[in-house]
Structure formats: C-alpha cells, structure tokens
C-alpha cells in the first residue's frame, strides 16, 4: 500500500491551496480517507474526513467553512481544497486511510487509520 501525498508549498494568509493523496494497493473505494496534520511542537491532529459510505464529511472546527475534503473514487485520489489560509494552518499534512462499519460517521482519531501518506508541508506567511 501506497499513499503519496502533495500540493503542499509556502504560501501567504489569505491564499490557497490543494493537497491531493494518490493511493495505490488497497480497493480505494471501501476506505474512509482523512487528512491530519501536526505543526512543529504539537501533536498531530485531525483535520477532515470523508467516508466511503455515501462520502459524509466532518471538519475539525478550525477548519471548517474554509476547508473542503474531497474523494474521486476512479483516480484513487483524495483532495483537500484549503482556502483563506491562516499562519496557525502551517504543518506537515498527512493523508490516511481506514477501514470503517458501513453507515458509520467519520473518525477523528488517529489510531482508526491504518495507512499513512508521508506527509507534505504547508506552510503560511504572515
């Protein structure tokens, strides 16, 4: 299994960007995918998720409203679509996948994702 991960860049406040994970190995469609990320002398956290149950998404409420979690089942992609940047948005981001009941909402907690992106690094100027 791979996840690849990119898009990332040094960009001002108030741009755009677009990560995207590439996923290769595994039946892309059947997994939950979701994007975390961790800033240099924090803990890694979540940013957004998208099942593979009729794609409901869910944000972490930093995010939300300026992020958007996207999957394209036929290219084996997922995408984040982050707008209006913030300097606190700097981080390394990561892309994951897991395994999840049919029906059931997103997870927010890293250890329900059993495959990791190594990660692309965001990074937002003041």
């Known amino acids: 299994v791979q996840l690849q991960a990119s898009g990332g860049g040094l960009v001002q406040a108030g741009d755009f960007l677009r990560l995207s994970c590439a996923a290769s190995?595994?039946?892309?469609?059947?997994?939950?995918w979701a994007w975390f990320r961790q800033a240099p002398g924090k803990e890694r956290e979540f940013v957004a998720v998208v099942t593979w149950t009729n794609g409901i998404t869910d944000y972490a409420d930093s995010v939300k409203g300026r992020f958007t979690i996207s999957r394209d089942n036929a290219k084996n992609t997922v995408y984040l679509q982050m707008n209006s940047l913030k300097p606190g948005d700097t981080a390394v981001y990561y892309c994951?996948?897991?395994?999840?009941?049919?029906?059931?909402?997103?997870?927010?907690?890293?250890?329900?994702?059993?495959?990791w992106g190594q990660g692309t690094l965001v990074t937002v100027s003041s």
């Open positions: 994951a996948a897991g395994r999840r009941p049919y029906g059931s909402r997103g997870a927010r907690w890293d250890y329900e994702y059993g495959y």
């Open positions: 190995g595994l039946t892309f469609s059947t997994y939950d």
